[in-house]
């Protein structure tokens, strides 16, 4: 047996398929399909076996495909044949792909993994199964589960190709505080956002063993699988839940093993007032259903500005337009004779009478013309500055586009990246459909205080859109830094301390090791808001925390080296991945 693991993560789904011509063979027989999740203080760790059967005649090479959520690390695959198991191990690509070529010529079990070329979320797994045996797939993954819009969020993607007789997926949870939301959403059966995200999954069964403990299976049998879908289930099973944040909103789990974990997520603050600013492509590739699909979500983002928000508009293709609500033409090329008099006039407060203003310009956009994003960035830097110094109030800008820029990536990444400096505006890029250049649109939102989101070319586009914003629409508080006390903490392991922005219904983390023998005394946070505030924090045992720790310091190296590549990064990051047994995306 030869196991090659090359492994990259990102989304999640599971399929299983043979790679044989459907006509010349019987389908494998996939009769066991199970997920199942152990989620302990927000940390899950999930384990998919899949046992499938080759009821053909011949040997045959039968592909397991999985692709998982984004950040998550691989830190198991198993495969079992003949009574025998086999761990994957790591290898060098083409002598991992030569070995298992010359097992199969052989006629002998074989199983190669690799990353999908086209795709770099999924990873295959190619296995020769000898005539009417049965192999058996146990993929392990683990990630740090995001808080997003108040709910920690566990996704599951299902695709075992056929109705299955022993299909479940299986979660248990296990928190320090209370669980005070617990849903189970129906099946979402498509890429589509659907409308009715707090519809109830009927199939789902959920247990509440204790107020800090909960259990949600899912195990349809073959009739309702396939109500479902004929060909079998096909789509994403979601576990939302959340803690008592009221209770506990600064938490530190000490853990046995000389760790701590850091959880930070005020639920009493009232949202800041903010400057938003958006920059939205509007080239002849954003023509048809993009476009209309931009106008709808703009219309929905601009409803949801609190009156006490500014915000900015600016439309680009080969040119950049400013909107300006005292104009009698609703946008002009920038520094027009018909433009404002000065920057800080294209800084709209969101007035209801500017809010529904803005509303008809956005509805009336059409596409036409080249990518000019680097002049548009340029102005948006401009006219921010006018309102930082006018205003102190966290600054977001929101850059949409579905195409290459005219122009080197690289000149605009140091351009907009030095310049933003002074005014410390997080950045956060979406990159509309496939032929956008999602690698250069993250580099530039991580070097500049925020992330990058794909959003996918469906009919729920404008959904997508409006779920993004409702994530960055509430700031807390920016500028956040945790301190803490000299000789507690062995400064080299501590993950990421400072931050630009606490969103509403989100949540920073912070991990390290403590000194040997050292207690960790009161740590302080503090962030600007319209006073400095400060929040004392409530420490807790825990079990184990190295693995979680491994997996925001391997998380956070690699999206610094995504911002600026370097090996040195790389490196750090491949040793501590390897110290605990965990691949992740970049690190091999």
Not at 337 to 359: H, I, L, S
Not at 501 to 510: A, N, P, Q
């Given at each position: ?5 090359l ?16 006509q ?9 399909f199970?997920?199942v999740?152990?989620?302990?203080n927000?940390y ?110 566990l ?24 669980i ?74 000490v ?24 920059v ?31 915000f ?66 340029d ?23 579905d ?81 803490y ?15 630009p ?10 991990s ?25 924090a ?51």
């Open positions: 047996m030869t196991v090659a693991a492994v990259l993560a990102a989304a999640a789904a599971v399929a299983v398929a043979a790679a044989d011509d459907a010349s063979y019987p389908p494998p027989d996939v009769y066991r199970h997920v999740s152990h989620v302990r927000r899950a760790k999930t384990v998919v076996t899949s046992r499938v059967a080759n009821t053909a005649n011949v040997s045959r090479e039968i592909s397991f495909d999985a692709v998982l959520p984004e950040t998550a690390f691989i830190s198991g695959f198993v495969i079992e044949m003949d009574g025998k198991a086999y761990e994957a191990y790591v290898k060098g690509k083409e002598e991992a792909r030569e070995e298992y070529q010359q097992a199969v010529q052989a006629g002998q079990g074989a199983a190669h993994v690799q990353l999908s070329a086209r795709d770099s979320n999924v990873v295959s797994v190619s296995v020769n199964v000898e005539a009417q045996k049965k192999v058996t797939f146990n993929l392990t993954y683990e990630e740090l589960l995001q808080r997003e819009l108040g709910a920690y969020h996704r599951i993607n299902l695709n075992p190709g056929q109705i299955v007789n022993d299909l479940l997926v299986e979660v248990h949870i296990n928190e320090t505080s209370d005070t939301l617990l849903e189970v959403p129906s099946l979402q059966q498509s890429n589509d956002v659907s409308e009715e995200e707090n519809s109830t999954n009927p199939l789902a069964h959920t247990e509440r063993p204790s107020p800090t403990t909960a259990v949600v299976r899912w195990s349809p049998s073959r009739e309702e699988q396939a109500a479902l879908r004929a060909e079998g289930v096909q789509g994403q099973l979601l576990v939302r839940y959340d803690v008592d944040h009221a209770a506990n909103n600064n938490q530190i789990l853990t046995d093993d000389g760790y701590f974990v850091h959880f930070y997520s005020p639920p009493d603050l009232p949202p800041l007032e903010k400057y938003i600013v958006f939205l492509d509007v080239s002849g590739s954003m023509n048809g259903h993009k476009i209309d699909q931009l106008r709808q979500a703009m219309v929905s983002i601009l409803d949801e500005l609190s009156p006490s928000d500014n900015t508009l600016i439309v680009f293709s080969s040119g950049s337009w400013v909107w300006w609500p005292d104009s009698s033409i609703y946008t002009f090329w920038y520094d027009s004779p018909y433009g404002p008099e000065n920057d800080t006039d294209a800084v709209v407060p969101a007035t209801p009478a500017n809010v529904a203003r803005a509303k008809e310009f956005v509805s009336g956009l059409g596409a036409g013309g080249g990518t000019a994003m680097h002049a548009a960035l102005i948006a830097l401009r006219v921010s500055k006018a309102a930082r110094s006018r205003q102190d109030m966290p600054l977001v800008m929101v850059l949409l586009t195409g290459l820029p005219n122009g080197a990536p690289e000149e605009i990444l140091q351009d907009y990246t030095a310049a933003n400096v002074e005014r410390g505006a997080a950045l956060f890029t979406l990159a509309f459909g496939e032929d956008a250049d999602f690698t250069f649109l993250r580099r530039l939102a991580l070097r500049n205080g925020g992330f990058g989101r794909r959003i996918y070319e469906a009919a729920d586009a404008h959904l997508q859109l409006r779920n993004f914003y409702r994530q960055v629409a509430s700031p807390l508080l920016s500028s956040v830094n945790f301190t006390g000299d000789g507690q903490v062995e400064k080299e392991t501590l993950t990421r301390t400072r931050f922005t606490l969103f509403r219904g989100s949540e920073l983390v912070v390290g090791r403590l000194q040997p023998a050292a207690p960790l005394l009161e740590p302080v946070v503090v962030g600007e808001g319209r006073q400095r505030y400060r929040s004392p409530r420490l807790e045992k825990a079990s184990s925390g190295e693995r979680l720790w491994a997996f925001l310091t391997v998380r956070q190296l690699l999206d610094m080296d995504a911002a600026s590549p370097n090996q040195t990064l790389k490196d750090r990051a491949k040793e501590v991945a390897l110290k605990v047994s965990v691949l992740q995306r970049a690190c091999i």
